[in-house]
């Protein structure tokens, strides 16, 4: 099993900046590739960002790309999500989700249904 907890979520303004934070425990593998995802209320969960084992294939959705950084820390089984220049609009539950991989691939999975494990989520409220 795997467990993800997100934390970093808060209330800001328009233009500032936050980062989220996803610490992996549990049966983490190496080759494991993890994403945030967004949800608003009564809508599904969106795609925001992939990242791979490695760190060096990354994917972003195209509403947050050249604003949210993804990256991570293997040695502390962590990944960050870094959003700047925020917008009213990314306002939205965060979800860190792990995709489990058996092999040392770079290719990234953008629908939610891929994912295998998920967090509960953290807030971020952007007002204008």
């Known amino acids: 099993q795997v467990q993800l907890v997100e934390s970093g979520g808060g209330v800001v303004q328009a233009g500032d900046s936050l980062r989220l934070s996803c610490a992996a425990s549990?049966?983490?593998?190496?080759?494991?590739?993890m994403g945030w995802f967004r949800q608003y209320p009564g809508s599904e969960r969106k795609f925001v960002a992939a990242?791979?084992?490695?760190?060096?294939?990354?994917f972003y959705a195209d509403s947050v790309k050249g604003r949210f950084t993804i990256s991570r820390d293997n040695a502390k089984n962590t990944i960050f999500l870094q959003m700047n220049s925020l917008k009213p609009e990314d306002t939205a539950v965060y979800y860190c989700?792990?995709?489990?991989?058996?092999?040392?691939?770079?290719?990234?999975?953008?629908?939610?249904?891929?994912?295998?494990?998920w967090g509960q989520g953290t807030q971020v409220t952007v007002s204008s």
């Open positions: 989700a792990l995709q489990r991989q058996d092999s040392y691939v770079y290719a990234l999975s953008l629908g939610d249904d891929e994912y295998d494990y």
């Open positions: 990242i791979n084992w490695s760190g060096r294939s990354t």
């Open positions: 549990g049966r983490t593998w190496r080759s494991d590739a």
